[in-house]
């Protein structure tokens, strides 16, 4: 049942951020002192991908790498902070989910411990419920062989099936 509303929850969230993506990368290139730190920011991220793919492929990692041309640098730039604030968005959402979560999971178990104390509490006061009334059937049956009605209402042990057949029981 929470699957559908958690999906439908994603995709609103999504809907949501990106505009709010679109306008981070157009406003990105327009402010002169953000814009020549993205390109620098590009380029060395642009570098980072190429040296990493030489690598995985085998080739020559020392060969020179062409810098970005202005506008790619700016266009990767605001690509990666657009991303950046989608991801960031649904980070804090999935961060905050999972804390929902637990906190209410805590919430059961502390229920569980406190129906199960309960139990506890409960066979507790059986159980001497059960030695007080042991100790009474003890005081009434010392009282009747006290007054000699032992036999009379058979307290004390009970007979077995031979001792039943000879009284006549």
Known sequence: ???????????????????????????????????????????????????????????????KIRPLNEEKAVQAAADFLGELFVFTVAGTALILEVQRSSKAEARKEALRKQELEALRQHDEDLAREIEMLKYRINEIEQAAEAQGLANFLHFGKPLSIKGRKSKGL
């Not at 999906?7 to 020549?36: D, M, N, S, V, Y």
């Open 1 to 63: 049942m929470i699957l559908p509303f958690a999906k439908l929850g994603t995709l609103a969230l999504k809907t949501f951020c990106k505009p709010i993506a679109k306008r981070i990368k157009k406003e990105a290139g327009r402010h002169p002192q953000f814009r020549h730190s993205i390109i620098n920011f590009a380029q060395a991220n642009h570098r980072f991908r190429t040296k990493l793919q030489r690598r995985i492929y085998g080739h020559a990692i020392d060969a």
